[in-house]
């Protein structure tokens, strides 16, 4: 158990209202990643984060913000949620170590409707 | 840009079955590959992994080798059991940066019956 949580496991909402995901992780790692999971996409990385405010775009950054102000809390924000943001959304850290050979452990993820 | 290749689902097989999930990437360097599996309703499981070429990782049965000649790091299992039943993902670590982004294949879905 890599002490992830994610909140809420569940929301639906209307376009162009704002909504804020929560990861929490209990281990004090550096590493923690927001990725969207969507059918024939796989996973892909939205924001990362390397250490308190310290915070760089993935992938599919676009209409997506983040923050961590502290180091178990990384917060994902839509600012004006559009349908094309529904999607199962997870948060990941990483083991702390040198190299690339850490793996990624994962929250139980939040899956988010917009209407 | 560096990806990951999966071969498409879903993939039907009966209990006792062998299993094969073809993985494929395309990467500069030599990534560390992993093997990912996510039951319905779950996040994200670590299943296995590789950091070097001809490195085989291995769990609850599962194997998968690092091939550096054919890019590949497909993964096997004997003797499937309807436990199994979830989605496969591969993935590599893009160290662009050093941040450890993964890099996944689009998943496989795996389906044992009895």
């Known amino acids: 158990d890599a002490g992830i949580t994610q909140s809420p496991r569940h929301k639906v909402t209307e376009t162009g209202t704002p909504v804020t995901l929560r990861c929490h992780q209990t281990e004090n790692h550096r590493y923690m990643y927001w990725y969207r999971q969507d059918p024939g996409h796989g996973l892909r990385l939205i924001h990362y984060?390397?250490?308190?405010?310290?915070?760089d775009k993935g992938e599919v950054s676009d209409g997506y913000s983040v923050s961590r102000s502290k180091t178990e809390d990384f917060l994902l924000t839509l600012e004006s949620a559009t349908s094309s943001q529904t999607s199962v959304y997870f948060c990941?850290?990483?083991?702390?170590?040198?190299?690339?050979?850490?793996?990624?452990?994962f929250g139980d993820g939040t899956r988010l409707s917009i209407l | 840009g560096n990806s990951v290749t999966q071969m498409e689902g879903p993939v039907t097989l009966s209990e006792e079955a062998f299993l094969t999930i073809n993985c494929t990437y395309t990467a500069t360097g030599y990534p560390s590959l992993f093997w990912y599996v996510q039951y319905p309703g779950e996040g994200l499981q670590l299943l296995l992994k590789a950091t070097k070429a001809d490195d085989k990782g291995s769990n609850k049965g599962f194997e998968a080798t690092y091939r550096k000649e054919t890019t590949s790091f497909h993964l096997e299992k004997g003797s499937v059991q309807v436990s199994d039943s979830a989605v496969y993902f591969c993935?590599?670590?893009?160290?662009?940066?050093?941040?450890?982004?993964?890099?996944f294949g689009t998943g496989t879905l795996l389906a044992v019956q009895p």
């Open positions: 993935a590599l670590s893009d160290n662009g940066g050093a941040t450890n982004k993964l890099i």
């Open positions: 990941a850290i990483r083991e702390s170590g040198t190299g690339d050979s850490q793996p990624q452990h």
């Open positions: 984060s390397y250490g308190v405010k310290d915070t």
